[in-house]
C-alpha cells in the first residue's frame, strides 16, 4: 500500500529503480502498482474529474519513468515520486486552466444562497475541495498537498520545494480566502467556521 | 469547537482506480521505451553557424567603413535603372545578392 512507503523509500522501490535503470522495463510495474491509488487521489484532489485524473496520473508516471535516472535516492521514493507528479499536475494546470467543475455551488451561492440550505455533508465538503481549486495556485498547492499529506507540514514543504515557514504563510492565507468565500456555505450546516489553528 | 473547514479539508474521500489503469499506465511507457530517443539538439553546428555570422557581419561593417567612396563606386552601374525607377534599383541589387550568395557555397567547397 502506498500508505507504507510514504514516509520513506521502501527496499522494494530502491530495487525496481535500479532493476528499471539497468533496462528491465518490467520492473516499472512494481512502481505503478504500489503508487497508482496515491499519484491518482492526488491528481483527483486538483481535478474533481475520475478520467482526467487518470489522464494526469498516467501522464506522471511517464515523467517519473523518463526522470527516474535522476532519483539519487537521497530522499524518500515517495516525496520524489510525489514532487515529480506535483509538478506534472502543476504544469498542465497551468496550461490548461482551472477544471470545468460543472455547476459550482460556490459561485451559486451569489445566486441562491437559500438553495444551499439543505446541502448533506458530503456535499459541502466537495464545495469545499472544489472552492479550493479556484484559490490562486500557490495556496491551492499549499492546501491540496498539505491535506494529502495528512497534515504533516515537513514533508509537504518538502514535496512543494519550499519552506516550512512559506507553507505556514501559505496555508494560513489560503484557509483565510476559503473562510471567506465559503462563509455562508458553513452557515448552513449550523457550524460556523472558527480560526483554526 | 472544532474547525468545521479544517474537518471538510482533512476529511477523506478516496479514489479508487480504475481495472485497466495500471497496465494502460504500463503500455504508454512501453510506448515510450519503445521510441527512438530524441535527436539531440546540435549546439556545435549551431555555435559554428552563429560564430560564422557573427564574422561575416563585422566583416562586412569593417569593410563598408574601410571602403568609402569605392563601395558606391561598386554600386554606381546600378545607377541608371534606379533613375528609371527606384524600386528597381532594389530589386537589381537584391538579385545581386542572390546571385553572390548562392555561389558562397560553391566558393568554400573548393
Redesign the interface.
Known sequence: MPKKGRMGGTDEDNADVARVLAGD?EA??GI??RW??RL??LA?RFCRD?AM??DM??EA??KA??SLSSFRGEAAFSSWLTSVALNSYRSRLRAEGPPLLGIDLVQALAVAPAALEGLHDTE??EA??RA?LLLPPRYRDA?VVF?FQ??DLAESARILGIAEGTLKARLHRG?EL??RR?AML?MG?G??????? | MPDELERLLASNDPLEPSSGFAAGVMAAVRRQAAEPPPLPFPWLRFLVGVGACLLLAGAGAALWLSSGDALLNLVAPLAPVEAAGPELGYAALALAASALLARLPRALVR
Not at chain 1, 457550524?191 to 489553528?197: D, I, N, S
Request: glycine share 2%; aromatic share 12%.
Open positions: 522495463l516499472f510495474a505503478v502498482r497508482q491509488s491518482l487521489n483527483w475520475r485524473a487518470e496520473a498516467q508516471f511517464l519513468y523518463r459541502r465538503t469545499v475541495r479550493v492546501i491535506y495528512e497534515r484557509r476559503l473562510r465559503c458553513m450546516s457550524r460556523p467556521l472558527e480560526q483554526g489553528t
